[in-house]
């Protein structure tokens, strides 16, 4: 049965007669606020819009007509100002005597004493205040501020195409931003990205705000939070989610909110004010935002981003639209935005129609770097919050150089980045002309350029870039990718792809490297104080060498009649190196009397990231085919210092004198041992620093396809033999680092770096 439309009903109801009347939106602002004044009993009801820098009066019952769009205040300016910029409600008695009361003579508004004022939000961005006065002294009571939060949420179709269409912005973001729509994070993959914003998981867009009967959009209320519930106990249940992680946390926490008293009362309770029930979820959600927003508290942050998934999911069950990014059509130039994004989901996305990808988390070396390296996209991370200013097909350029997001850029902003991308494609087509021409000194030095890679998609960059092989295959990735452990056939399918695809250049495969930030959804693994000097990559062997085992089985078989070449990662001792090769030798015998045929050649190397192994060479040599430097983590562990730790990121430097001796004294121990050596750590692909370590002695790196060019254009230029008389002496230094005199030497004997 239909209740009786109560005072905020029977108003929204009028509201929606007037919004269907005329197409005027002055008329129809004007006519809403007669009507809220009358409702409230409040002598001012005015209507201020964020517009072009500031906010400006639109529409005004009870203040002086003649202040309509004259009157402007900036955002944080007034109580009006301060309610924008933080998009909370302001209640107040006595207006005159808040401390952020700003005096605006042309309104007439000194006569009136009690003052309340909400957000008006659209699309998670405050687009506008609303404000009742009134000339008694008085606090409104909470159900007065409920019922012109209401008001203001439909007050918002309204108002929304005006302001999008003057170009209009959330203050904040300008204000925090110094200025236009421009946004700042941290540059991961290079490039210039163009196109459009696609929400990995878009929000679902709420347009029926008036509902016809309380009941019945309570039970449509209760029916989805039903089936909301349903479908996350569904998600723990499945079989690859029964593992503890990460994963399961973030499902855990969902539960726990689709049960939250508080959460559904609130929705309930804006429900009876006369929203439809979808109205009353983002009501809800719009105003937990503006709540939390604030906090600088990672904890809370987390908690809010879970809340607005779920509000989203909860939004898509009323709507009845599907969840996930799987629905809609891409468009051609898709700037995927996201909060985080696995690399399996990265790779779902059409790789000709994906240009560019933003997220409010993302770090140098996750996993969704990785991929998007490997697939050429710019990317930047760690822009905070952007989700909330972004809108589905809002125009965006990514600059993956600089760190920067232009949405909504204005044509010189275009005109600018159109320039920068196309002289990065002219130097892109430079290294291109470099790449038959041989990787030699200008002493006659030979280097040998290798790539790192780890999917399939990255190995048609062997032949673009005219490097002479891989020198490092992550094979994690293949795991990280999977919802699953992948079998042996599968295994061995992408192996053999691989060196399919490499023709006659070598591959080195390196065993699996898990654990630390590597993390497998599927696999069960303790929660540890500190993954990076925990239980990961060979150290696993020993309790589960069923993983080991069936991995290096698959790279034999896929190697069959051809040189297999394995590393074995996070070499600590040399008993470890051992075990994994005496592994490998049951492997083979395994396979060969079961009548396989083995590989022509198997070569087995080790990692060198552990600092332990350093001390050990000796014994380490012998025994290896080959070695190769993993300099990221060295470098970490050689200094104590998390990789990933933005504060500590500049504090040490990989060209210190103490970094650079360890190297060196690699370098002296594998000629010593006649043991080929190569560097596949990041600092490879970065001209200064392969500078300095063909400086060092050594003769074979590993990098980022894309870096193959620039560094051989730095070995073009160089002599090796007059860079290693000017840098060895400088070892002993007591200098922090030997950047700058290495940087002046460049100069001086005009070698790009
Ligand atoms: C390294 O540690 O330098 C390395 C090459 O391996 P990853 O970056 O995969 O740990
Ligand atoms: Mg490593």
Redesign the pocket.
Known sequence: MASPPSGPRLMLRRMREIMAETSDKQVRLDRVVVLIANNMVAEVCSVYVVRLGGLELYATEGLKRHAVHLTRLRVGEGLVGRIAAESKPLNLPEAKTHPDFAFRPETGEEVYHSFLGVPIIHGGRTIGVLVVQNRTKRLYTEEEIEALETIAMVLAEIISPETVENGAADEREVRARGGGHHWEGVPIVTGVGFGQVVLHEPRVMVTNLIADNVETETERLDAALGELRFSIDRMLERADMVQVGEHREVIEAYRMFAHDRGWVRRMREAVKTGLTAEAAVERVMNETRARLRGSSDAYIKDRLHDLDDLANRLLRHLVGEDTGAEGGELPVDAIVFARNIGPAELLDYSQKQLHGLVLEDGAL?GHAAIVARALGVPFVGRVENILDYVQEGDPVIVDGETGEIHVRPSPEAVAELKLKADELAQRAATYDRLRDVAAVTRDGLQVEQLI?AGLLVDLPHLDRSGAQGVG?F?T?LQFMVASRLPRLSKQRELYHAVLEAAGTKPVVF?AL?IG?D?FLPYMRMEREENPALGWRTIRMAAERPAILKVQLRAFLMAAAGRTLKVMI?FIAEVREFEQARDILNQEMAFLKKHGHQLPEAVKIGA?I?VPSILWQLDALLPQADFV?????????YLFAVDRTHPKLAQRYDELSPSMLNTLRHIVLKCDEYGVPLTV???MAGMPLEAMALIGLGFTSISMAPNAVGPVKAMILKLDAANLQEYLLPLLDSSRHSLRAPLQEYARAHDVPV
Not at 628 to 636: A, C, E, P, R, V
Request: hydrophobic share 15%; aromatic share 4%; net charge negative.
């Open positions: 070396t790192n490092l992550r994690e390196r490297d630390g590597k990662p990692l990231e190769s430097i993993g300099s990221n983590d060295l470098y970490q596949c750590g990041e």
